[in-house]
């Protein structure tokens, strides 16, 4: 607004003058500008300068345009549950699991061709140690293996339980045979599925009584625990 002004100021002026030289001559005496005029030249001079640095100020300085910038969303990526592989259970060979040993001593009664009478009943225990890695439970049994059974019941449930390492002693009621002779009857245990297993190497030797049956009315004494 202010450089308009000046602007107008100088243009009426400069009117002025051009007016006063189209006029005819005249006698007049010389024209001098006066201090007023002075003054108002200066004005519109330095309104007019004034003008054209605030011009320039206001320019905007040339800036580089901002970049555009590319937003990146993030993708979602589904996540895929995995159902843990179960680990294999380690296998236990039946026969580290179900071991027996032989027991100190092993024969606690009636030892290895013990005479006995025709018909007599006796009771046969053996020791055994449970050398394996499974514990024998209730559910194991004592079970005639083979040859001559005796009258015994073949199938005994275990009296405790026995830890892997522990003894107990298994006993059986037995019922000599009437015809004088050597009577052999092997037996094993059994664990609660049914598998049988017993002394030796492999754990699947049997452990045994054997009598001699015979008529002698003087027989040889039987032990006792």
Request: hydrophobic share 35%; aromatic share 10%; net charge negative.
């Amino acid at each position: 607004m202010r450089a308009k002004l000046a602007v107008l100021i100088l243009s009426s002026f400069c009117l002025c003058l051009l007016a006063g030289a189209c006029r005819p001559a005249e006698p007049t005496p010389l024209y001098l500008p006066t201090s007023e005029h002075l003054d108002l030249m200066k004005t519109s001079v330095f309104l007019v300068t004034e003008a054209a640095r605030q011009t320039q100020t206001a320019q905007p300085s040339s800036t580089p345009e901002p970049t555009a910038t590319v937003e990146i969303f993030p993708t979602q990526i589904p996540t895929i549950e995995r159902t843990p592989t179960p680990e294999p259970s380690p296998t236990v060979d039946a026969r580290d699991c179900n071991r027996a040993s032989p027991g100190e001593p092993f024969d606690i009664t009636i030892p290895d061709d013990t005479a006995v009478y025709a018909g007599e009943e006796f009771v046969k225990t053996w020791r055994l140690v449970n050398s394996g890695s499974c514990k024998w439970t209730r559910l194991y049994k004592l079970v005639f293996f083979s040859q001559n059974p005796m009258g015994a019941h073949q199938e005994n449930f275990l009296p405790a339980e026995v830890l892997p390492g522990q003894a107990i002693d298994l006993s059986v009621t037995f019922f000599a045979p009437t015809a004088p002779g050597s009577y052999q009857s092997n037996w094993m245990l059994q664990d609660a599925d049914g598998n049988l297993f017993g002394i030796g190497f492999n754990a699947d030797g049997p452990f045994y009584v054997r009598v001699r049956v015979t008529n002698d009315p003087t027989p040889t004494p039987t032990a006792n625990p």
